[in-house]
């Protein structure tokens, strides 16, 4: 039943990518961080709290047309760790994939550090390096200050 009503709330699409398991809440942090806007007029569903299991909520997104590669999908594994992309072709799953955290990440955070050149008017936009993939610690390649997960907040 609770699979029904999922199937119904996001219809499929032809060619795609479908980002689903997003942990509940963080689906529409997870388009910013894709920069996806829905400016070149693709269509995008974004499913909030969608039931999954018996206790559970996710988020799912559909952008039609667009393939994400793995560049661009792997800086979800912050926001969203138990994310899977899965590209759609003439409605056929041609590739599942689950995110990894990449080893750097550009852009979407913002350095903690009001000092940084990051937060200065240059508009340089950050560089993150992952130096813990347990702790999922980063630091900024600017200013060397390190943030934990808890800290990190968007550009
Ligand atoms: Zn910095």
Do not use: W
């Not at 990518?17 to 894709?34: C, F, K, N, W």
């Not at 569903?45 to 559909?62: C, E, Q």
């Not at 912050?78 to 689950?98: G, Q």
């Amino acid at each position: 039943m609770l699979m029904q009503e999922s199937e119904l709330i996001v219809r499929r699409i032809r060619d795609g990518t479908v980002i689903d398991h997003i942990d509940a809440g963080r689906g529409l942090q997870v388009l910013d961080a894709l920069g996806v806007d829905g400016l070149d007029g693709s269509l995008i569903t974004v499913a909030l709290n969608v039931p999954s299991g018996k206790f559970k909520k996710k988020d799912i997104i559909k952008v039609e047309n667009m393939f994400l590669q793995g560049d661009d999908t792997n800086k979800l594994a912050i926001i969203a760790p138990s994310a899977t992309v899965n590209i759609i072709k003439n409605y056929k799953l041609v590739e599942k994939r689950r995110v990894s955290l990449p080893n750097e990440i550009g852009r979407i955070f913002r350095c903690s550090n009001p000092g940084c050149i990051t937060n200065s008017r240059e508009h340089i936009e950050s560089v993150m390096d992952v130096v813990d993939r347990e702790g999922v610690i980063l630091k900024c390649r600017y200013c060397r200050r390190t943030l934990d997960v808890s800290q990190l907040e968007y550009n």
